[in-house]
């Protein structure tokens, strides 16, 4: 079971940037797949949701990001994607994704997250 987190990159505030999280070993239609982000000296924070396709694939942002970031999947890809539109400095941080595994769960887990992708960083500046 893997996930990699990908497309993380420098953009000027108000830019977009779209993240991916791939997985391999697994078929991530059936999880849920949460983002998360973590800026310097500050704790990690959860930003969004998606629940597996099996249940009804609902979503969910934190209200700091909502109306800017949307979280999507494409199963036959095995990926989930952040967009994140109107990039703001305080964006700036290192985006994971991660997942419970367990099958045709719905988010919040109920479980927590039991596998971590590696991290993609995001920089808005000028």
């Known amino acids: 079971v893997q996930l990699q987190a990908s497309g993380g990159g420098l953009v000027q505030p108000g830019g977009s940037l779209r993240l991916s999280c791939s997985a391999s070993?697994?078929?991530?239609?059936?999880?849920?797949i949460g983002w998360f982000r973590q800026a310097p000296g500050k704790q990690r924070e959860g930003v969004s949701c998606?629940?597996?396709?099996?249940?009804?694939?609902?979503?969910y942002v934190v209200d700091s990001v909502k109306g800017r970031f949307t979280v999507s999947r494409d199963d036959a890809k095995n990926t989930v994607y952040l967009q994140m539109n109107n990039l703001r400095p305080e964006d700036t941080a290192v985006y994971y994704c991660?997942?419970?595994?367990?099958?045709?769960?719905?988010?919040?887990?109920?479980?927590?997250?039991?596998?971590w992708g590696q991290g993609t960083l995001v920089t808005v500046s000028s």
């Open positions: 070993g697994f078929k991530s239609r059936y999880y849920l």
């Open positions: 991660a997942t419970d595994m367990i099958p045709g769960s719905g988010c919040p887990p109920t479980a927590g997250y039991r596998y």
């Open positions: 998606i629940s597996s396709s099996d249940t009804d694939g609902s979503t």
